[in-house]
C-alpha cells in the first residue's frame, strides 16, 4: 500500500481515523484503562507518521500500529515500575508476535482476532452510566467515530475547550470508578445496551434535525451513528433492538436529500420528493426491520419507531401512508415509555387519520405539560392543525410562539413563513405535522 506522493499525511490521517477504534479497544483490552489505551494509540500515530511517510505504508498498517502501541505500553510499565505481571505478559506476546512476523512488522492476521469482543467492550465502556450523557456522546464519537475533538465541537456547535475537558473527565472518571472494560452480562446488559442506543441515536438526531445553528441538518453525524450502529448490529447480533436502531436510522437517512432544498431550506415530509429518497436505504432498512421483529424477540422503541419510518417509506405518496397503524405503534410505544412527546406524535397522527378537530384535543390536552413548555414542536404542530381548522389568526401566533423557542436559524426562517402564510389567511402548506413525525 503507497502513501501518495502529493499528501501523505492525509493519507496516514485517513488509515489511523479507521484502524483507530480497533487500536483502542485491542489495548483498553491490556491496559484496562481507556485513556492510556488512546495516547497509546496517539503515540503510535505519531510514530507512523515519522516512519511511514519516509518509508511507506506497510501492508498491514493496523498490525504494525498495534504491535507499536503494544512496545509503548510495555516502556509505560517500565517507567512506572508497576505491574510486573502485565509487563511478562506483554513481553511474551510481542515476542510471539516478532516470531512470526513479516518484513517491516507486518504481523499475522491473528493479531486482530479478538477486534469484534474488544469493539463491544470499548463501546459499553464508553456509554456506562457513571458518564454524562455529553460525556457519553463526546467518547464515543472520539473513541469509536474517530473524529477529531475539534470536529466533534463544530459538529454540536460549542467550543473545542468544553468537547475537549468533557472527554478528559470522562476518561478520568472511568478510571477513578474503575469501571470494568469487558461487556455487562445478566440484567445490567438490557441496562447498559440501552445507554449505548441512546447515545448512538442522540448523535443520529443532532445530524438529522440540528438544535441550534444555520444549517437543517448535518449528515456527517448521521452516517457516524448510522456506521456505529452497523458495528454495533454486526458485534451484537442477537439483540433485536440493536436491528430496531438500524433499521430506524437506516430509514430515516434515505429522506435526507429529500429534506433540503436547493438553498438549504427545510422541506417537511408530505412535501418532499419520494423520488429523491433512497432506495438502497430504505431497503437495508426494511432488512434490519424484519431482523428485529423476528419471532421470539420482544419489539423495543426503536423497533417500533422504525416500524412508523416503514409506514411512510412504503407510501408511494402521502395518501397512501396507512396513518391507522401508525397511531397503534404510537399506542405501543406509549406504552412501553410514556412521554409527552410520545404524546405529541401520536396526536399528529390521530389528526391523519381521524381529522385536525381530533388531533387539536389531544394537543390542547398536552399544552401544561412542564416538559413541552419551550419545546417549540407544541406550538408548530399546534399551528399546523388551526391552519387546518381555519383559525388563521391563531395559527400565526403558534408560528411565532415556535419560531422563538428554536435556535435553528432555518427551522426559524420557515415557521415565520408560515406565520406571515396564516395571517395572509393563504393557502395551509400541507404537513407541517410532519415536522414531528418526520423522524417516523
Excluded at 459538529?155 to 470522562?170: D, G, K, N
Aim: some cysteine.
Amino acid at each position: 500500500m503507497a502513501v501518495t506522493a502529493t499528501d501523505p499525511h492525509r493519507a496516514i490521517e485517513a488509515i489511523f481515523r479507521i484502524e483507530s477504534p480497533k487500536l483502542i479497544a485491542g489495548l483498553a483490552r491490556i491496559v484496562r484503562d481507556v485513556g492510556l489505551a488512546e495516547e497509546l494509540a496517539q503515540d503510535a500515530f505519531v510514530k507512523a507518521l515519522e516512519r511511514w511517510t519516509a518509508d511507506g505504508v506497510p501492508s498491514k498498517p493496523g498490525a504494525w500500529l498495534m504491535t507499536t502501541a503494544k512496545r509503548s505500553a510495555i516502556d509505560h510499565y517500565r517507567r512506572s515500575k508497576l505491574l510486573d505481571r502485565k509487563h511478562e505478559e506483554l513481553g511474551r506476546e510481542i515476542d510471539a508476535e516478532r516470531q512470526r512476523a513479516l518484513p517491516d512488522l507486518e504481523l499475522d492476521d491473528v493479531i486482530d482476532d479478538p477486534v469484534g469482543d474488544d469493539l463491544l467492550r470499548l463501546v459499553f465502556t464508553a456509554c456506562h452510566p457513571v458518564l454524562t450523557t455529553d460525556a457519553r456522546v463526546a467518547l464515543v464519537l472520539r473513541l469509536l467515530g474517530g473524529l477529531t475533538t475539534d470536529e466533534i465541537a463544530r459538529a454540536f456547535l460549542v467550543p473545542a475547550a468544553t468537547i475537549a475537558q468533557r472527554i478528559v473527565r470522562a476518561k478520568r472518571t472511568l478510571a477513578e470508578a474503575q469501571v470494568p472494560f469487558e461487556v455487562p452480562r445478566g440484567p445490567e446488559l438490557e441496562a447498559r445496551l440501552a445507554s449505548v442506543l441512546e447515545v448512538i441515536y442522540l448523535v443520529f438526531n443532532e445530524g438529522y434535525s440540528a438544535t441550534a445553528g444555520d444549517d437543517w441538518m448535518r449528515p456527517a453525524l448521521c452516517e457516524d451513528a448510522l456506521r456505529l450502529g452497523r458495528i454495533l448490529a454486526e458485534l451484537a447480533p442477537q439483540e433485536s433492538e440493536v436491528h430496531g436502531l438500524v433499521a430506524l436510522m437506516e430509514l430515516q437517512a434515505s429522506r435526507l436529500r429529500a429534506r433540503i432544498g436547493p438553498s438549504g431550506e427545510p422541506i417537511l415530509l408530505f412535501d418532499q420528493d419520494r423520488a429523491r429518497w433512497d432506495r438502497l436505504l430504505i431497503g437495508r432498512g426494511l432488512t434490519a426491520l424484519a431482523r428485529a421483529e423476528a419471532p421470539g424477540g420482544t419489539a423495543g422503541p426503536y423497533t417500533l419507531q422504525a416500524g412508523i419510518a416503514a409506514c411512510h417509506a412504503r407510501a408511494g405518496k402521502p395518501a397512501d401512508t396507512d396513518w391507522a397503524r401508525i397511531v397503534g405503534l404510537y399506542d405501543a410505544i406509549a406504552r412501553l415509555a410514556p412521554s409527552p412527546i410520545v404524546a405529541l406524535n401520536r396526536a399528529v397522527a390521530v389528526s391523519m387519520a381521524e381529522g385536525p378537530a381530533a388531533g387539536l384535543a389531544i394537543v390542547d390536552g398536552l399544552r401544561s405539560e412542564p416538559l413541552l413548555e419551550h419545546y417549540h414542536l407544541l406550538p408548530s404542530v399546534r399551528g399546523d392543525l388551526l391552519v387546518k381548522l381555519g383559525r388563521n389568526d391563531e395559527a400565526r401566533a403558534e408560528f411565532e410562539r415556535a419560531a422563538g423557542m428554536t435556535r435553528n436559524a432555518r427551522e426559524r426562517t420557515l415557521l415565520l413563513a408560515r406565520a406571515a402564510a396564516s395571517a395572509r389567511a393563504a393557502r395551509p402548506a400541507s404537513g407541517d405535522s410532519a415536522a414531528t413525525l418526520d423522524a417516523g
